[in-house]
Each structure stands twice: as structure tokens, then as C-alpha cells.
């Protein structure tokens, strides 16, 4: 037994190798596999000291694990994951438990739970976030599936992950595909968080016309503030970074064509699929097709109008920035709001039991997103668990009500000024269409009546009493 190894991870690009060091820095005993043995060759060079068993064939693999085996595989997400626990299903036993650490679509993840149920293998969907660092140091870890295994696996997980306060951001999340589908919310948010800041950016260079050197140190300002997060951070330091290749910022030698994985799509598919209004998060995904289509952008330039009005000069531009700082922040708050309402659509849809405020918690260390106001989202669902949407917190009551007279002002003046702030926009609109005591869907019901006899409902008779009428 002595010989057997405690953990087994498959997968040994950057996230892979990264974890597997993570687990032997631990302590504990690693075997490592990867389909070509040129990864597995390189991670072993790079950490001679982790003392990793490596092996090259699935068979070896799996002989060398203790029982129960724990394998997560860290592959990419769809076809190869399926190929690698066909692989290692033929020397499996029930009782063992596989767990995917990648960015796997959730509904292959309910898929992949239900079929290896039925050979006795136990499944985890796990949503890890926190890229090549977090996989080092701490990542946020989000487990869900068969929770049998949990308490297998939950000392090693819960050890490797980011700590924060002497708790680890790792906790179980709920059955079949929870965790996968929590991680990709998680990305969903941070879309929007990446497209927020982005457009406080283009606020400042082209409405406000300053220089990279102050908006770099309105970007750290902020980061010692409410909007003190993983993102602001980085992004001060991106404003300090010197171009290798020559002079000036690297920032400024960057095509400006994002990429992306999908991982927001789905959660904007996921948004449509349960009729969860999740605009700012949806936004933030188109924004980020439309700025990757370069030559479409470059022949809009000579082809369509667009003179803005001039904002306030450089050394009057004070009121302005304070009024961007209450816009990105206003708008941060309702773009977490859509994310956990997304939440709250999977416990309906799924019949997932799930706890907010501790899915909070897992994201104030390792993950992309961490921010300090985590710890208010926390608060509110312990104040109210059964919370209806974020926005109706106390605590963000008073913090929207703070922020409001200066996220409309900053939306106003982008608009005016021609500079796309689609994701700060649409959050505003989001906030007051769910302060609207009668929206202008009256008039949309009259239109489908009128021309598809859709019938109607009427505000002095009971709900779910319809009725048409003769419009000709």
C-alpha cells in the first residue's frame, strides 16, 4: 500500500502540471499522466522535487493509485475528456471517482455523472478557476456531482485551494452538474467585470483624453477602494508596463481584437435558456465579437457618422472621474446581481440546492473575479437566503442609492461623448427596469394580440385570466 500513489492527475499542460505540483508541495504522493510523455518528460525537469510517479500508459496509471482512485483530469474541455475516461475506464473499479477539472460545459458534466453512476464510478464536475498562478499557489475550487466522494476528496482539494481567513475557497457546491455550472457563471461575471473596466478606460483616454501615466493611477487609486479586486490590480500594473520591443507602454502595441473560450457565451445561452435577465453579462459577450472584428470597426470609421460632444478638459475632468468611479461600481453590483439570479434560475431548473453566500466565499481568494465586496454578497444571503435578487439587499440599496446620481451622469456623458459603453449601459437600464412599477410590456402584450391573437392579461382582473380583442 505504502507504494501506491494518493492522487493521480491526467493532463499535464500549464493547469495540470501546476496542480500536480500544487498537490506534492503538500505532501502528498502524485502520479502523473499525459498522452504524449513529451509534457509528462518537461513537468518532471521543471519539479524533480515533487517525486511524481509518472507513467505512460492509462493501465499504469491507474494500477499505481490507491483505492478509492481519485483521478481529475485536466484536459480540454468536450471530446477529450470523454476519450480520457474512455481510456481509463476499463482498469477503473465502482467505488472510484473521477473528477474534471476543466472548463466542461455543464450539461456533458450531468451527461458524463449519470453514464459512469451506472458502471459504479463516481463523477465530479469541478470548476477550478485562477489560471496557471491559482493552480500553483491556491485556486478557487468549485466541486459538484456524486457527493458520495466528497469526503474522499475533499482533503486534498480544500488543502490546495486559495485560503482566505483560514477558510479555503473550496466547499461543495450540489449534485450532477453544480460545479461546472457555478464555475461558469463565475466566468459569466468576470466577462462583465473584463468589459466594465474596459470601458472606464475608453472613458477616460477618449472622452477625457488622459494619458496612460494618470490612468494608470486613477486604476490603482480605485483598487484601494470599494472596487478593490484581482482585476483592478492587474490592471494598474498593465499601465506600468514598458514595451519590450520599444518605447512607450506595452498596453499601447496590443491589437485591440479580445479573444474569448465560450465560457460567457454559455452563460448568456444559460441566461436565454431560463429566462433570467442577465443583460450586462450578455453585453459584455457580444462587446467582445464586435471589438475582435477588426476591419469591420476600421471601415465603420470611414463610412459612418459619429462627432460626440466634447467632455470636461483634462485639468477640469475631476467630477467626471468620480462620477466613472460610482458608474464601474453601480454597474459591478448589477452585474453580480444577474450572475446570482443565474444561480437562483439553476436551483429552480435543476432542483440544485445551492448556497450563495458560500459560493461567495469560494470566490474572495484564487479565482479571477476575487474582490473585496465578495464578502458584502455573503453578508446579504446570510441577512436573507432566500434573497430575491441582489439589488434588494439592504446594504446595496444604500450603496446603489450612493452611487446612482453619478452612474447616470457618466452613462449620459459616454453616450453623448460617442464612446461605447455598452455593459455600464445595459446595467444601468437592468437597475431601472427592476425599479419599474409598470414597464411599457403593456404595450408589447397589444401587439401580439393584435397580430397573432396572443390574448392578453388586464390589470383589474385576476392573474392568469386572458383575454382578446377585436383591434380591427
Known amino acids: 500500500m505504502n507504494d501506491l500513489y494518493e492522487f493521480g492527475v491526467a493532463g499535464l499542460a500549464v493547469m495540470g502540471g501546476n496542480l500536480a505540483r500544487n498537490l506534492a508541495n503538500h505532501g502528498f504522493r502524485v502520479a502523473v499522466w499525459n498522452r504524449g510523455w513529451e509534457k509528462t518528460e518537461a513537468l518532471l525537469a521543471r519539479a524533480p522535487e515533487a517525486g511524481f510517479g509518472a507513467f505512460r500508459t492509462p493501465q499504469e496509471f491507474v494500477g499505481a493509485l490507491a483505492r478509492p482512485r ?128 474596459a470601458e472606464a478606460y475608453a472613458f477616460l483616454r477618449d472622452g477625457l483624453k488622459l494619458d496612460n501615466r494618470e490612468i494608470g493611477s486613477i486604476f490603482e487609486r480605485w483598487n484601494g477602494g470599494v472596487l478593490a479586486g484581482y482585476l483592478m490590480e492587474i490592471t494598474a500594473k498593465i499601465f506600468r508596463k514598458a514595451d519590450p520591443e520599444g518605447e512607450g507602454l506595452l498596453l499601447d502595441r496590443i491589437l485591440d481584437a479580445p479573444g474569448q473560450k465560450g465560457t460567457g457565451r454559455w452563460t448568456g445561452v444559460a441566461a436565454l435558456e431560463t429566462a433570467t435577465p442577465a443583460p450586462t453579462i450578455a453585453d459584455a459577450v457580444f462587446q467582445r465579437f464586435l471589438n475582435a472584428d477588426v476591419e469591420l470597426r476600421r471601415r465603420g470609421v470611414d463610412l459612418l457618422p459619429g462627432e460626440g460632444v466634447a467632455l470636461p478638459r483634462k485639468e477640469e475632468s475631476a467630477a467626471a472621474v468620480a462620477d466613472l468611479e460610482s458608474a464601474l461600481y453601480a454597474a459591478k453590483i448589477c452585474a453580480y446581481a444577474q450572475g446570482f439570479a443565474l444561480l437562483k434560475a439553476a436551483e429552480r431548473e435543476f432542483r440544485w440546492p445551492l448556497n450563495y453566500g458560500s459560493i461567495a466565499l469560494l470566490w474572495r481568494g484564487g479565482c479571477i473575479i476575487r474582490a473585496r465586496f465578495l464578502n458584502d454578497i455573503n453578508a446579504a444571503y446570510q441577512r436573507d437566503p432566500e434573497l430575491e435578487n441582489l439589488l434588494f439587499d439592504e446594504f446595496f440599496r444604500g450603496e446603489l442609492a450612493a452611487n446612482l446620481p453619478g452612474f447616470r451622469r457618466c452613462t449620459a456623458a459616454g453616450a453623448l461623448a460617442g464612446v461605447a459603453m455598452p455593459a455600464i449601459a445595459g446595467a444601468l437600464a437592468y437597475f431601472d427596469s427592476c425599479r419599474a412599477r409598470r414597464s411599457a410590456g403593456n404595450l408589447i402584450q397589444a401587439q401580439r394580440d393584435f397580430f397573432g391573437a396572443h390574448r392578453f392579461e388586464r390589470v383589474d382582473r385576476p392573474r392568469g385570466e386572458t383575454f382578446h380583442a377585436d383591434w380591427m
Not at 93 to 112: C, K
Not at 129 to 142: F, H, K, Y
Open 70 to 197: 481519485k483521478i481529475i483530469l485536466m484536459v480540454q474541455a468536450g471530446a477529450a475528456v470523454d476519450a480520457c475516461i474512455a481510456g481509463f475506464l476499463p482498469y477503473l473499479e465502482p467505488g472510484d471517482i473521477i473528477m474534471d477539472g476543466g472548463n466542461s460545459h455543464y450539461p456533458d458534466t450531468v451527461r458524463r455523472c449519470r453514464e459512469l453512476s451506472e458502471r459504479g464510478i463516481r463523477f465530479l464536475g469541478v470548476g477550478i478557476s485562477g489560471g496557471e498562478e491559482g493552480a500553483l499557489n491556491g485556486p478557487s475550487i468549485m466541486p459538484g456531482g456524486d457527493e458520495s466522494a466528497w469526503p474522499e476528496v475533499a482533503p486534498y482539494l480544500q488543502t490546495i485551494a486559495a485560503q482566505v481567513d483560514g477558510v479555503p475557497c473550496c466547499d461543495w457546491i450540489g449534485p450532477e452538474g453544480a460545479g461546472h455550472y457555478v464555475k461558469m457563471v463565475h466566468n459569466g461575471i468576470e466577462y462583465a467585470d473584463m468589459e466594465l473596466i
